[in-house]
């Protein structure tokens, strides 16, 4: 087991560091430390002076990725992609273009995300398993036919339309909760929240259900599930104590792609309720061409998919004991 994590974390590390070269690269390819100068200085007829003095300040004045001027090791050292990027693998942010520290920035936001995105998940995957088994176990009746073309249903509508409508409807309409906004007080924040994970999880129903009510049929199809039948167990203890069971590792394949948005946060969610979070603190600095903060959070979901990748290889083990990590 423990060879198998750090195999894992050593084929982490050309991934990461192809990651961050692509995001560098994309990120320069559409903007110049100029373009980046002229925003962050706001001024429209900006001078020259006044754009050299910006990139100096803030590291963009050297070239991108080789210094043909310096000598040995300089040459690569010396360079913006070194100084902006490549301390991101001992999880130094380094400062944002308005001067903020990044690291202390993500310290801060990361526990709104949580906040909003944990009860979102649990909840949510706690509703369309238990929507799904209910499918599965009435399948091939009106009850199965209903679920599936509701499903649908949800899943063509966009997520704007949910958000929009639920902030219109139960927040100014019937003035149950807040329409936007945030608080670090724990019983004051859960007015806040109520909303948006509420939102989250009516927004996920339809593409949850039908791809875990996929997977159950699929499982109820199988050998062991006619042999359990065949022994007189009930339907219900069939569905509960062998199917769901055995449907655990690709259910778990799903929930890794989540992870990451745990801490992340949601980028629409956060941006429309104001809440002050990951996901809210990357749209900012898209919107601003902040580069600092824009690769240290594509670094840093990098880095939370691959531990949430291997952490579900070590969970197919616990479901399975069948499966072995050599």
Same mark, same amino acid.
């Given at each position: 087991?423990?060879?198998?994590?750090?195999?894992?974390?050593?084929?982490?590390?050309?991934?990461?560091?192809?990651?961050?070269?692509?995001?560098?690269?994309?990120?320069?390819? *559409?903007n110049?430390?100029? &373009?980046?100068?002229?925003?962050?200085?706001?001024?429209?007829?900006?001078?020259?002076?006044a754009?050299?003095?910006?990139?100096?300040?803030?590291?963009y004045?050297?070239?991108?990725?080789? &210094?043909?001027?310096?000598?040995?090791?300089?040459?690569?050292?010396?360079?913006?992609?070194?100084?902006?990027?490549?301390?991101?693998?001992?999880f130094?942010?380094?400062?944002?273009?308005?001067? +903020?520290? %990044?690291?202390?920035?993500?310290?801060?936001?990361?526990?709104?995300?949580?906040a909003?995105?944990?009860?979102?998940?649990? *909840?949510?995957?706690? *509703?369309?398993i238990?929507?799904?088994?209910?499918l599965?176990?009435?399948?091939?009746?009106?009850?199965?036919?209903?679920?599936?073309?509701?499903? *649908?249903?949800?899943m063509?509508?966009s997520?704007?339309?949910?958000? %929009?409508?639920?902030?219109?409807?139960?927040?100014?309409?019937?003035?149950?909760?807040p329409?936007?906004g945030?608080?670090v007080?724990?019983?004051?924040?859960?007015?806040?929240l109520?909303?948006?994970?509420?939102?989250?999880?009516?927004?996920?129903?339809?593409?949850?259900?039908?791809?875990?009510?996929?997977?159950?049929?699929?499982?109820?199809?199988?050998?062991?599930? +006619?042999?359990?039948?065949?022994?007189?167990?009930?339907?219900?203890?069939?569905?509960?104590?062998?199917?769901?069971?055995?449907?655990?590792?690709?259910?778990?394949?799903?929930?890794?792609v989540?992870?990451?948005?745990?801490?992340?946060?949601?980028?629409?969610?956060?941006?429309?309720?104001?809440?002050?979070?990951?996901?809210?603190?990357?749209?900012?600095?898209?919107?601003?061409?902040?580069?600092?903060?824009?690769?240290?959070?594509?670094?840093?979901?990098?880095?939370?998919?691959?531990?949430?990748?291997?952490?579900?290889?070590?969970?197919?083990?616990?479901?399975?004991?069948?499966?072995?990590? &050599?």
């Open positions: 087991m423990l060879a198998y994590i750090i195999r894992r974390i050593l084929y982490a590390i050309p991934i990461l560091i192809g990651v961050n070269l692509l995001t560098f690269v994309l990120f320069f390819v *559409v110049t430390p100029e &373009n980046m100068a002229r925003v962050n200085l706001g001024v429209k007829h900006v001078t020259p002076a754009i050299e003095k910006w990139k100096t300040e803030h590291g004045d050297r070239p991108l990725l080789y &210094n043909r001027q310096a000598a040995g090791t300089a040459s690569l050292t010396d360079t913006i992609f070194y100084e902006k990027s490549v301390r991101l693998f001992v130094d942010f380094g400062k944002a273009d308005d001067g +903020r520290d %990044i690291g202390y920035d993500i310290s801060q936001r990361m526990w709104p995300s949580l909003i995105a944990l009860p979102m998940f649990l *909840v949510g995957l706690l *509703v369309n238990t929507l799904s088994m209910l599965a176990f009435f399948r091939g009746t009106y009850i199965d036919m209903s679920g599936v073309i509701l499903g *649908v249903i949800l063509s509508v997520t704007l339309f949910y958000i %929009i409508g639920g902030q219109y409807l139960i927040g100014k309409l019937w003035h149950l909760v329409i936007s945030y608080s007080e724990w019983p004051t924040a859960i007015k806040f109520v909303l948006p994970v509420v939102i989250g999880v009516i927004g996920g129903i339809g593409s949850g259900t039908r791809w875990y009510r996929t997977i159950f049929l699929e499982e109820i199809n199988k050998d062991y599930v +006619r042999t359990a039948r065949a022994k007189g167990l009930s339907e219900l203890r069939v569905l509960f104590r062998h199917v769901l069971k055995n449907a655990m590792i690709p259910i778990l394949t799903g929930v890794v989540v992870i990451p948005l745990l801490f992340m946060g949601s980028l629409l969610t956060e941006s429309f309720f104001g809440i002050p979070g990951l996901g809210s603190y990357t749209i900012d600095a898209i919107l601003a061409q902040d580069f600092s903060i824009v690769k240290a959070m594509v670094f840093l979901g990098s880095v939370l998919y691959i531990i949430g990748l291997i952490l579900t290889d070590i969970s197919y083990t616990l479901v399975d004991p069948r499966i072995r990590l &050599n």
